[in-house]
């Protein structure tokens, strides 16, 4: 069975750090990007950045470009997303999801169609 665990949620405050993994099993991790999405409350799901295990090619959305690393462990079969500087703006679920190597090479990095497995978020609070 496809698998996408995310984890490493949890409460912190403004101007600190939290790192989520993100596990993978089912599927040849090795042929995926994989992307986190975040969801607040009352808001549309949006993109915040992917990585493509194939080749390390990282995107960010806007927002968090220059405090979120995206990375990627191919032997773990998992790729982690270091937020710093959180801001309480970042509070959200946060999910990963995976996309075939195809789509990446052809559609913007967040267009959420295009991910075919999706896991089940994790919750990150930044208090102010």
């Known amino acids: 069975d496809v698998q996408l665990q995310a984890s490493g949620g949890g409460l912190v405050q403004a101007g600190g750090s939290l790192r989520l993994s993100c596990a993978a099993s089912g599927f040849t991790f090795g042929d995926y990007a994989i992307g986190w999405f975040r969801q607040a409350p009352g808001k549309e799901r949006e993109g915040v950045s992917c990585?493509?295990?194939?080749?390390?090619?990282?995107t960010y959305a806007g927002s968090v470009k220059g405090r979120f690393t995206i990375s990627s462990d191919n032997a773990k079969n998992t790729v982690y997303l270091q937020m710093n500087s959180l801001k309480p703006e970042d509070t959200a679920v946060y999910y990963c999801a995976a996309r075939r190597r195809y789509y990446s090479g052809s559609y913007a990095p967040f267009e959420m169609w295009s991910y075919d497995y999706w896991g089940q978020g994790t919750q990150v609070t930044v208090s102010s």
């Open positions: 990585i493509g295990s194939y080749d390390g090619i990282t």
